[in-house]
């Protein structure tokens, strides 16, 4: 266990839904890193927040939104999905202690 | 702009051979190097870091990594593979400066088979 918890672990949706991911970092760590797994683009950094705020963005679509509670924990949104969407969105905490993955969320547009 | 360059797509080789994964880096500065390893369905597990000194680094399930600046390089090396280290690697690059900016770059990742 990374101790980064994402949920879920499977989501499988329509082309046009709205999802939400979840992300809840290490403890202690108040950096969050959204990146996204896909056949054709590889293992991309979507955006960072630190300690509630926004600190870096990456290839993240319009569509695409994210936030980070006062908790902590961080939330991808995705909406309007489309076919090319599907992917393994991976959340990233960083720490005194380094830089962990979570296990990811697969999602699926059908 | 950073870029990591893994040049082998897919590699095999039989258990108990030597392995090496290349991994070619872009990067204005010396960066922080990582290599991680992901089994089908499963996320990224760190398999070892170079942030400063020794250039060669050693890793968890008997991996290393040697540093190479001169090349830009920071290759994977295995004396002798094991059925379990079938899985695919990403080699990635991150600033050095420390900070709380620390997005990663990753390279396309080369997939290892096994043959028994």
């Known amino acids: 266990d990374s101790g980064v918890t994402q949920t879920p672990k499977h989501l499988i949706t329509a082309t046009g839904q709205r999802v939400t991911l979840r992300c809840s970092p290490r403890?202690?760590?108040?950096?969050v890193y959204w990146y996204q797994q896909s056949l054709d683009q590889g293992l991309q950094f979507l955006i960072q927040y630190y300690n509630g705020e926004e600190r870096a963005k990456g290839n993240i679509l319009e569509r695409f939104s994210a936030q980070q509670f006062p908790d902590l924990h961080s939330e991808l949104n995705l909406s309007s999905l489309e076919l090319g969407d599907s992917a393994l969105y991976f959340c990233?905490?960083?720490?005194?202690?380094?830089?962990?993955f979570g296990s990811g969320t697969r999602l699926t547009v059908v | 702009a950073q870029s990591v360059t893994q040049p082998d797509i897919h590699i095999t080789v039989s258990e108990g051979a030597s392995l090496e994964l290349r991994c070619n880096y872009s990067y204005g500065a010396t960066p922080y190097l990582f290599w991680y390893v992901q089994s089908p369905g499963q996320g990224l597990q760190l398999l070892l870091k170079y942030f400063s000194g020794d250039t060669l680094v050693q890793g968890i399930k008997g991996f290393e990594a040697e540093f190479k600046r001169s090349q830009s390089s920071f290759n994977l090396r295995k004396p002798s593979v094991h059925w379990s280290d079938a899985a695919e690697y990403f080699c990635?690059?991150?600033?050095?400066?420390?900070?709380?900016?620390?997005?990663?770059?990753f390279g396309k990742g080369t997939l290892l088979t096994v043959n028994p």
């Open positions: 990233a905490s960083q720490g005194y202690r380094g830089y962990t």
């Open positions: 403890s202690g760590d108040l950096s």
């Open positions: 990635a690059v991150g600033p050095n400066s420390g900070g709380s900016n620390y997005k990663l770059t």
